[in-house]
């Protein structure tokens, strides 16, 4: 028993010298990344934001915020009033991965201003969180 605790003693002094031992790894320090998902409804007053006006939306005014890549992805919204009737409409949601600092920050406000007030409409949710990504 005696010399089983010497050698289970001797392989984990082994196993963690040759742990603290080992060269750090090469991977590269990421900056913190955040992911806001927006969710864009397009029922408007004025009818439904058409498929040409989204693509200028995202051509015009996100692609250049957001150059590094995007995700788009169609869905299908549903909330209930303040009168507690259920409305239901077509959604955009738009996938951000992107720095957590302030600059990007401003540039996802941006966006959402400029759809509520080009498509008249009252909110775009914001869902923040923060993903662990590897390339």
């Known amino acids: ?27 590269q320090s990421q900056p913190a990344l955040v992911e806001d998902d927006l969710y864009f409804g397009l029922s408007t007053s004025n009818g439904p934001v058409t498929r040409a006006q989204w693509e200028g939306f995202l051509n015009e005014q996100v692609t250049p915020r957001f150059p590094d890549g995007l995700t788009v992805l169609d ?16 959604t955009k949601v738009l996938i951000l991965i992107h720095p957590d600092n302030p600059g990007a920050d401003k540039a996802v406000q941006t966006l959402i201003d400029i759809y509520k007030k080009e498509f008249h409409q009252e909110s775009v949710m914001k869902v923040r969180s923060r993903p662990q990504v590897s390339f």
Do not use: D, F, H, Y
């Open 1 to 27: 028993m005696k010399g089983l605790r010497k050698t289970a003693w001797a392989l984990l002094l082994v196993c963690l010298g040759t742990t603290a031992c080992a060269p750090k790894s090469q991977v």
């Open 75 to 90: 869905a299908k919204g549903q909330w209930k009033n303040a009168q507690g009737n259920i409305g239901k409409e077509p």
